[in-house]
């Protein structure tokens, strides 16, 4: 700083050459900055010295005061401080002219406190005041403290690996033990099941020799029996009766059908053994199936479906086997036939994929079949529905051969249907000969194929008509017994009612749900029926005539061919009468229909109540008193009261009114009353006429309108031959008398 000369109060610098000699008073001052100390260092449990310019702070003091304090030349109290704890303020805080600094919640570490001092005029000091303070940290604040937690962690977690290793290892052991001895298990199983395949092939194959060697012994009596049955058919034994005729014919197509079975199961068997050689030559496929399938047309112009083949303008020309072939249309056509209900629609489509494929489809508007039925119906002996009620019979051969034999051809045959709306198969064959080997291919061609086969398998599906005799009149059906005969094969029951219609009454149903409704409008003297049956069995008919207290007295009698002792008892616990096996005896048939029926006409008769003349009082009357005993009797008695005013009233309403047949009304009336509908009507007006003929209610003329009669002539006649006088005397008292 400069130095000035003050003079009575006036300042005068020196370099002005103003100088004085022994001035008043002279004064020289300088500008000095002030000084800044740090006093101590306060906590709330002790103060610490500066000297060292370090102070260390223990773990519990994390607050504390730093005190410090400045001197300055001129005006000392106007001297103000500012400070910073660097690493805790981030910038300087001015202090004022406080001389202490309060710090709470330091965290352990080293710090660097500065202060500053601000003089008079502005001058600040020229060196901070530093103190070095270090606070130490509690244990747990430590490095060591932390590098023991890590260290522990680090030994827990290699401890738990290390435990976690050893149980993996200890379960690998483990496992590896188990699937050790699973290993050998499975390879003695392996080796178990080995020898049974082999064993099984060996017995599969040796079932398949004997199976075809039986198939083949079958060929020979079956030629011996249809050859004579033909020849007696031709006439070449003398002329025979159309009874007789429909008889044969019957024995030739059932046999003609086991023969089609018998060759079915060999061609199977010789396809899977690989015997059979594919022997393709060109043909005109689409001439091929028309041919066949005209076999068909006569068949469904009587069962009145629509049946149609649809080709290509363009001849198709393929390498096929004609007589593979041909069992692949014999199957395919014969399923649609035998499923396609009357007044369905077959449609036979041939057509043409490319230059490559020919595509043959049979649709039909049949049952369909269910969606997880499809990927096996080509699989030998499946079947759809294999329950003992399904309504068409069949093996489960035919479409497996199918499939085989259409694999022969290189071809490939699917399925699709819509369960109650159709079904179509879909046979794909490759066109050309590219895909034939040598050996599978003929010299020559084949323009036509044989019809034979076709024709006789539209026989087969169903040749007998189901045309049955006229009824007989009312009078003649109530004395003869009636039997009724239900059988789902309409052969069956053309032959039981040839031998049984000459001394009974037969009536026929295809199904058990039809007999059943047969048995209760009906009401026969007996029921013959197959097990065996769609809709309702033979067990569950039975159990429903023992179930109902109208048909419960009707005897039955059981055809089946399960000749097993658990299927007679099964029978005979549902409550039939008689048990026979297919192939019965028609003569024991007849005698044990003959025996039942007799044995229920002697009961009858036994337990039946004496008649008595008709009295006055109407007693003896037929349908009077505890003769009446029968429900459908009661109501017929019923009706008859409530309309014998009616002259036109007569059997046909009286029927209809008590919700039975008229042929089932007069067998009735004869078993419960011995006597005609029409006669207790006649009885039951009489009755009437009398009582009012003595209470005195009418003349003799309009009582006779009154119940009925259009003749008085034919009233007085009647009431005479009941009563033994004439109406006006019984009306006059002549009842007495009488």
Do not use: W
């Given at each position: 700083p400069a130095v000035k000369t003050v003079v009575g109060g006036m300042c005068f610098p020196r370099f002005l050459g103003v100088g004085l000699v022994n001035p008043p008073v002279a004064l020289r001052l300088e500008r000095t900055p002030p000084l800044v100390h740090i006093v101590w260092v306060e906590s709330a449990d002790s103060t610490f010295d500066v000297a060292g310019g370090?102070?260390?702070?223990?773990?519990?003091?994390?607050?504390?005061?730093?005190t410090y304090t400045g001197i300055g030349m001129r005006h000392p109290g106007a001297i103000t401080f500012r400070y910073r704890l660097e690493g805790v303020d981030p910038d300087w805080i001015d202090g004022g002219v406080e001389h202490r600094a309060a710090y709470t919640n330091v965290k352990p570490g080293t710090y660097t406190f500065r202060v500053q001092a601000l003089g008079f005029g502005g001058v600040r000091s020229e060196r901070d005041a530093v103190l070095t303070l270090t606070v130490e940290p509690r244990f747990h604040e430590t490095p060591w403290f932390l590098l023991c937690c890590l260290l522990l962690a680090a030994g827990a977690l290699y401890s738990g690996y290390r435990w976690r290793v050893r149980r993996l290892v200890a379960h690998e052991a483990e496992l590896n033990v188990l699937v050790g001895k699973r290993t050998e298990e499975l390879r003695r199983e392996k080796e178990i099941v080995a020898a049974q395949a082999e064993a099984l092939a060996a017995l599969d194959e040796a079932k398949s020799r004997v199976f075809a060697n039986i198939s083949h012994e079958f060929r020979t009596p079956l030629t011996l029996i249809l050859g004579p049955l033909e020849d007696v058919q031709d006439g070449q034994h003398g002329p025979v009766t159309d009874a007789i005729a429909r008889q044969v014919r019957s024995a030739i197509v059932n046999g003609r059908r086991l023969l089609r079975l018998v060759n079915q199961l060999l061609d199977v068997s010789r396809l899977e053994s690989g015997r059979i050689e594919?022997?393709?030559?060109?043909?005109?496929?689409?001439?091929?199936?028309?041919?066949?399938?005209?076999?068909?047309?006569?068949?469904?112009?009587?069962?009145r479906l629509q049946f149609r083949y649809e080709a290509p303008e363009r001849p198709i020309r393929a390498w096929i086997d004609p007589e593979q072939f041909e069992k692949v249309l014999t199957n395919l056509l014969g399923n649609a036939f035998k499923f396609?209900?009357?007044?369905?629609?077959?449609?036979?489509?041939?057509?043409?994929?490319?230059?490559?494929?020919?595509?043959?489809?049979?649709?039909?508007?049949?049952p369909g079949i269910a969606a997880e039925h499809l990927p096996f119906v080509f699989e030998r002996f499946y079947q759809a529905d294999a329950s003992s009620v399904r309504r068409q019979p069949g093996t489960g051969i035919g479409l497996a051969l199918v499939k085989h034999l259409v694999g022969l051809h290189h071809g490939t045959i699917a399925v699709e249907s819509e369960p109650g709306r159709r079904t179509v198969f879909s046979v794909r064959i490759p066109l050309g000969k590219a895909h034939l080997r040598e050996e599978e291919t003929v010299d020559g061609s084949f323009e036509s194929p044989w019809e034979e086969p076709a024709t006789a398998l539209a026989d087969e599906i169903r040749f007998e008509s189901r045309e049955t005799p006229a009824p007989a009149r009312e009078e003649?059906?109530?004395a003869r017994a009636t039997v009724l005969v239900a059988d789902d094969n309409a052969d069956i029951r053309s032959y039981v009612r040839a031998h049984l219609g000459s001394r009974f009454r037969v009536v026929e149903a295809a199904d058990g749900r039809e007999a059943l409704e047969r048995i209760r409008s009906e009401l026969p003297d007996l029921v013959v029926s197959d097990v065996m049956m769609p809709e309702l069995d033979g067990f569950g008919l039975c159990r429903a005539i023992?179930?109902?207290p109208e048909t419960d007295f009707v005897p039955v009698i059981l055809l089946t061919a399960r000749a097993s002792g658990d299927s007679r008892i099964e029978g005979l616990?549902?409550?039939?009468?008689?048990?026979?096996?297919?192939?019965?005896?028609?003569?024991e048939l007849e005698v044990r229909v003959e025996n039942l029926i007799a044995s229920r006409g002697r009961l009858k008769a036994r337990f039946a109540a004496p008649a008595v003349p008709p009295g006055a009082d109407g007693s003896g009357v037929p349908g009077v008193g505890p003769h009446g005993t029968d429900e459908v009797i009661l109501r017929a008695l019923s009706v008859i009261d409530a309309r014998l005013a009616e002259d036109d009233f007569d059997v046909d309403e009286l029927a209809s009114s008590v919700g039975v047949g008229r042929t089932s009304l007069y067998r009735r009336f004869a078993d419960h009353l011995g006597t005609s509908p029409m006669d207790v009507v006649w009885s039951r007006r009489l009755v009437r006429a009398a009582d009012l003929l003595a209470a005195g209610?009418?003349?003799?003329?309009?009582?006779?309108?009154?119940?009925?009669?259009?003749?008085?002539?034919?009233?007085?006649?009647?009431?005479?031959?009941?009563?033994g006088c004439t109406p006006a005397m019984y009306a006059r008292g002549g009842r007495d008398a009488s």
């Open positions: 370090h102070v260390v702070l223990p773990p519990a003091d994390r607050r504390f005061t730093v594919l022997e393709a030559r060109e043909v005109d496929l689409g001439f091929f199936v028309e041919r066949f399938a005209q076999a068909f047309v006569p068949y469904a112009d009587s069962k396609t209900p009357e007044e369905g629609s077959i449609v036979v489509r041939l057509a043409r994929d490319g230059e490559e494929m020919a595509i043959l489809t049979v649709e039909d508007d049949g003649e059906a109530a023992r179930e109902d616990l549902t409550g039939a009468d008689d048990y026979l096996t297919k192939p019965f005896d028609v003569r209610q009418g003349t003799v003329s309009e009582v006779a309108y009154g119940v009925g009669f259009k003749s008085v002539a034919h009233f007085c006649n009647r009431f005479k031959d009941a009563y």
